[in-house]
């Protein structure tokens, strides 16, 4: 089933700001909360929906890539990262967009209101993670037609000795006395309505419901360290110089069993030595003689897929584009794909023997040696015109 555009669902327009989108979403989210609708999967599922939208139209970049891509532009391994959304779950939700409700920070937007307590993992407040990014390098080919890379990221990692727990042993933690273990605090205030009660964080944990009172000597209680990682990342046939991909959950560690970031991957195009992208097409300047010009040939021309033979007409004229259909870049996500272009040059010598001159100064005067623009022969512009329509 096709994901319905993110404006639609929402409710916005292109051309709404920030401020609008990030009031649409709320709308939506208090709309369709699971407080709410207590055991409704249609509301669920449109409540994620929701966020999933505003995750990427309230980001810049993702926005922008969105805007030019749609759907397609969320590009990424095949374990869902995409733009980000594809994978959320409420947890994410929660924890990702709890300033949209103010409070506790990633708690339900109902708390203040139904007295709920704030939740993420385990009825704590979990932590996340740092976003990375790196820069991958692509050839033409790898581009065309999608490749695996393993590269070596270093990050934060889970702390071995302690398994992030930040603990020297399992003896070192108790509970918090403030929270009593909630990890969460609440107020009453006295209102001309009546009685208010807001849930916050609380203070002296952290929301972790535990303090540690002896922290391991490894990582100082943080539970992390430095580390190296080595990730595999498929990249989709059709992606381009400056398109981003992102793979869920392969950022930096978070503190406590916390929610890992994400790794953003930067796409880079390594120069061709003979071939030039445009968009999906694949440019190839050939130079032949004009002695193959005239009498035709049959030259061998590189292409994404290694050597091909074309045939040039008697006759052919500098300027004109031959084309071998579907051996261009695919689109991402797509069946489609480009087409080579080759642009036909004719070469001139620029020195000749004694020999060579006198059967060309010969040939001059032939009436089919001398040259009768536009007789046959279209426009460079034309034939380009032609093409494209």
């Known amino acids: 089933m096709a994901k319905r555009d993110y404006y639609d669902i929402l409710g916005v327009t292109r051309s709404s700001s920030a401020e609008e989108i990030k009031k649409a979403y709320r709308k939506m989210a208090i709309k369709y909360h699971p407080d709410k609708n207590p055991g409704d999967k249609a509301s669920e599922e449109n409540f994620k929906e929701a966020a999933e939208a505003y995750e990427v139209l309230s980001n810049p970049e993702k926005k922008k890539r969105y805007d030019q891509f749609g759907h397609a532009g969320g590009a990424s391994s095949p374990n869902g990262g995409g733009y980000g959304g594809g994978h959320m779950n409420m947890e994410d939700i929660f924890s990702q967009f709890g300033d949209i409700f103010g409070g506790g920070g990633g708690g339900s937007p109902f708390d203040s209101f139904f007295g709920g307590q704030q939740q993420t993992r385990g ?73 208010m009660q807001t849930t916050s964080t609380c203070p002296t944990c952290n929301g972790e419901g535990t303090q540690i009172t002896s922290k391991c000597t490894v990582c100082n209680g943080d539970g992390l360290s430095r580390g190296e990682e080595t990730i595999s990342i498929n990249i989709p046939a059709g992606v381009s110089e400056g398109m981003q991909l992102s793979m869920s959950g392969k950022g930096n560690a978070a503190p406590r069993g916390g929610i890992p970031g994400d790794l953003i991957i930067l796409i880079e195009e390594t120069p061709h030595d003979s071939l030039k992208r445009e968009g999906n097409n694949v440019i190839y300047d050939l130079h032949i003689s004009f002695i193959d010009a005239t009498i035709g040939a049959s030259v061998e021309v590189p292409t994404i897929d290694g050597k091909a033979k074309i045939k040039i007409e008697p006759g052919t004229q500098g300027g004109k584009i031959l084309r071998l259909k579907g051996k261009g870049i695919p689109e991402v996500n797509s069946y489609h794909k480009g087409d080579q272009l080759i642009y036909v040059n004719i070469w001139t010598p620029k020195a000749l023997s004694k020999d060579e001159h006198e059967i060309l100064d010969r040939l001059r005067e032939s009436p089919n040696f001398k040259p009768q623009p536009g007789k046959n022969e279209k426009s460079f512009f034309d034939k380009m015109k032609e093409y494209f329509e």
Do not use: M, Y
């Not at 932590?127 to 065309?144: D, P, T």
């Not at 999608?146 to 071995?160: A, M, S």
């Open 123 to 195: 009825g704590r407040r979990t932590s996340r993670g740092s976003n990375l990014r790196i820069k991958v390098k692509l050839s033409l080919e790898e581009i065309a037609k999608g490749v695996e890379k393993k590269v070596k990221v270093n990050k934060q990692i889970v702390c071995d000795t302690c398994d992030g727990s930040g603990a020297k042993d399992k003896s070192s933690f108790n509970t918090c006395s403030t929270c009593n273990g909630s990890g969460a605090v609440r107020r009453v205030t006295n209102t001309i309505l009546g009685q």
